[in-house]
């Protein structure tokens, strides 16, 4: 199905050339002429979005109405060959087939399906299309593979939609896992660090009993030189009393035998 764009931008061109154009010359260059290209543009995205309809019947009335409009003549609608390959030949085809013929040469049946001649004798051949009794391909069963392919298109295109859907949810699931797994490294790198802290903490303690541990037997071992230090003094302070007893006496000893 061509797209909303192409198929505005074809409309307004053919309309510019079929009507505006010879209705500027009639008119020499009405300003009026202007309104009705302003309008042909603003109408014609409308016309595009009832072309590519779901509604079939409304589809239909309005290819019946532009091609009425575009090409009127006293004989059938007949365009070129080339025609259906343009964006409103291809929606043409796929919403009425051929709007004045119930069948087609293989020619136009295969320029209506985008392919070669040769493809669709070969469809043809096959079964794939059927063989119309006055010749050619009927175009109804044209129509109705257009329509087959184009839904076949649109649901490949919802399973491709939903595929990436289910991907952008797996992408989802994964990066959420990874934040998860990243958070629990974080909670275990915090835990390890408070143990490391706590083992920090207990090594210092023990250090600091250890410290006071030093610090009481050195205060122990100062006591204990200071009391042999004056056990060590009172046993002099006798010593030397006793002494001078001794030489006290060996004196008035002396002085007794004189």
Request: no cysteine; net charge negative.
């Amino acid at each position: 199905m061509p797209t909303r764009a192409d198929l505005a931008e074809q409309i307004v061109r053919l309309l510019d050339i079929r009507l505006l154009d010879p209705l500027e010359i009639l008119l020499e260059g009405d300003d009026t002429v202007l309104a009705l290209r302003e309008i042909i543009r603003v109408r014609a995205g409308g016309w595009a979005d009832l072309l590519r309809s779901a509604d079939d019947r409304v589809a239909t009335g309005t290819v019946i109405r532009l091609v009425a409009t575009l090409y009127p003549g006293d004989r059938a609608f007949d365009p070129p060959v080339d025609w259906w390959r343009t964006p409103l030949g291809r929606v043409v085809a796929t919403r009425v087939g051929h709007p004045a013929a119930e069948s087609v040469t293989y020619a136009t049946a295969g320029a209506m399906l985008g392919i070669t001649r040769q493809g669709v004798h070969d469809l043809v051949r096959r079964g794939k299309l059927p063989r119309h009794p006055d010749g050619g391909v009927p175009s109804a069963a044209i129509r109705d593979r257009l329509r087959s392919a184009a839904h076949q298109s649109e649901a490949a295109a919802h399973q491709s939609e939903a595929a990436a859907h289910q991907s952008d949810a797996a992408t989802h699931q994964g990066k959420t896992a990874t934040h998860q797994s990243d958070a629990a490294t974080h909670q275990g790198k915090t835990a390890t660090h408070q143990s490391d802290a706590a083992t920090h903490q207990g090594k210092t303690a023990t250090h600091q009993s250890d410290a006071a541990a030093h610090q009481s037997e050195a205060a122990a071992h100062l006591s204990d030189a200071a009391a042999h230090q004056s056990e060590t003094a009172a046993h002099q302070s006798v010593h030397d009393r006793q002494h001078r007893r001794d030489q006290h006496t060996d004196l008035n000893d002396q002085g007794e035998n004189r």
